[in-house]
Nanobody, 125 residues
Framework: QVQLVESGGGSVQAGGSLRLSCVASGYDYSTSCMGWFRQAPGKEREGVAA????????AYAGSVKGRFTISQDNAKNTLYLQMNSLKPEDTAMYYC??????????????????WGQGTQVTVSS
């Protein structure tokens, strides 16, 4: 059974930083693509960043490029999202997701069958 467990969310002021973590179990972490998504109240879920272990490829949404960094620790089966220079518009529930299929670098939520429960990030101005 695939399990993804996020942590690290919280409340920060604009300009601050947070690091989200996602521990994965129950599937082949080293060959699957993983990503971070977010959903704000009243808005659709959107892709934030993706990481493809084979070759270390990454993809970022334009709104976070240069501020967020996705990375992984294979030994710990953990995916990270380092978020710097946070803005109020980054406020959302953040989800970790995984897929062994294709198209993960498109950051389209429907490409990812496995999801965590989410962790809340709130950025105040």
């Amino acid at each position: 059974q695939v399990q993804l467990v996020e942590s690290g969310g919280g409340s920060v002021q604009a300009g601050g930083s947070l690091r989200l973590s996602c521990v994965a179990s129950g599937y082949d972490y080293s060959t699957s693509c993983m990503g971070w998504f977010r959903q704000a109240p009243g808005k659709e879920r959107e892709g934030v960043a993706a990481f493809y272990p084979r070759g270390g490829g990454t993809a970022y949404a334009g709104s976070v490029k240069g501020r967020f960094t996705i990375s992984q620790d294979n030994a710990k089966n953990t995916l990270y999202l380092q978020m710097n220079s946070l803005k109020p518009e980054d406020t959302a529930m953040y989800y970790c997701a995984a897929t062994s299929g294709s198209g993960c670098m498109t950051l389209v939520p429907t490409r990812f069958p496995y999801w965590g429960q989410g962790t809340q990030v709130t950025v105040s101005s």
